[in-house]
């Protein structure tokens, strides 16, 4: 049986839909939620998620504006700019586009920015709360891959849940959010002994390793729920994911695809996270 598609460009639009309101009722009071993205570097993969970013917020009334710098800038005056966007109060949300050049120190860059205004949910006290099942701000893609399985009416609790990849964007705290829903967590790598053991007891499987087409339809365990998290480019230039999408479609119970599924849900949450914060600095 064909899987059924778990449609992330529609779900999307349907949540960004409902932030409009949300957006002009803190705009009449005079707090207009307001995110600046920095990208440092010339990344051309990373200038579109930027541009994206700021596209979204501008399209449902928020206020935006990226901040660019070359990818020698010294990290300071990186430092210096997000001291400043702290004091900011037009601003809510504030993100620095990862990777960082070789020289930063990408964590110290990251714990710059105020907690409270750190839409990422990368700072050392938003993941300790995420940690300890009390989140403040949930990390965009794995919030994401949430709403999703709340959509399709997946129930985690009691499910054997298999995340590939452990990176800080997106494996760790998707494994934390599973184990938060009650779901088994296994966190498996590219270096994990016997990985097929591991994923054809998966009831839910997370891909996110940056390999295309790396799942494939021997590797799913029949009727399981297969989350794509990859954005791979071919040599064709077409875009795939780290699933074998053709293959796996026919073994899993629900799928999404690449592009069209995680992908339009990252940036829909970071909005959701810039319009909380901004609703939490207007007491609401
Ligand atoms: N690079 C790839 N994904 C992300 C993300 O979610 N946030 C930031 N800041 N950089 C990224």
Redesign the pocket.
């Known amino acids: 049986m064909t899987a059924q598609i778990i449609d992330g460009k529609a779900l999307a639009e349907e949540l960004r839909q409902s932030f409009k309101a949300r957006v002009e009722a803190l705009a009449a009071k005079g707090h207009r939620p307001g995110l600046v993205v920095i990208l440092v570097g010339a990344d051309p993969a ?1 200038e579109v ?1 930027v541009r994206n970013k700021v596209n979204g917020c501008l399209a449902i009334g928020m206020h935006s504006e990226k901040i660019t710098y070359e990818a020698t800038v010294d990290q300071e005056t990186v430092l210096n700019k997000i001291a400043e966007l702290n004091a900011d109060p037009n601003i809510h949300g504030i ?5 960082l050049p070789k020289h930063f120190d990408e964590e110290k860059v990251l714990e710059a920015i105020a907690a409270e205004k750190d839409v ?1 949910g ?1 700072h050392a006290e938003n993941v300790g709360a995420l940690a300890q099942g009390n989140p403040r701000f949930i ?3 794995p919030y994401g891959v949430m709403k999703m399985f709340e959509k399709g009416g997946v129930d985690l609790n009691g499910q054997e849940a298999v995340v590939i990849g452990r990176s800080n ?1 997106v494996g760790k705290p998707m494994a934390l959010l599973l184990i938060n829903a009650g779901a088994t967590v296994t966190v498996c790598n590219s270096r994990t002994r016997d990985l097929k053991f591991h994923t054809r007891r998966a009831d839910i499987l997370v891909a996110a390793i940056g390999k295309p087409k790396f799942v494939t339809a021997d590797m799913v365990k029949p009727g399981a729920v297969v989350i794509d998290v990859g954005i791979n480019r071919l040599p064709d230039g077409k875009l795939c994911g780290d699933v074998d999408f053709e293959g796996c479609k026919e073994t899993a119970g629900q799928i999404t695809p690449v592009p069209g599924g995680v992908g339009p849900m ?1 940036i829909t949450m ?1 909005l959701a996270n810039t319009i909380e914060a901004a609703e939490r600095k207007a007491g609401l």
């Open positions: 990373s998620y993100l620095v586009q990862l990777p990422d990368f990390p965009c893609t964007i990252t970071l």
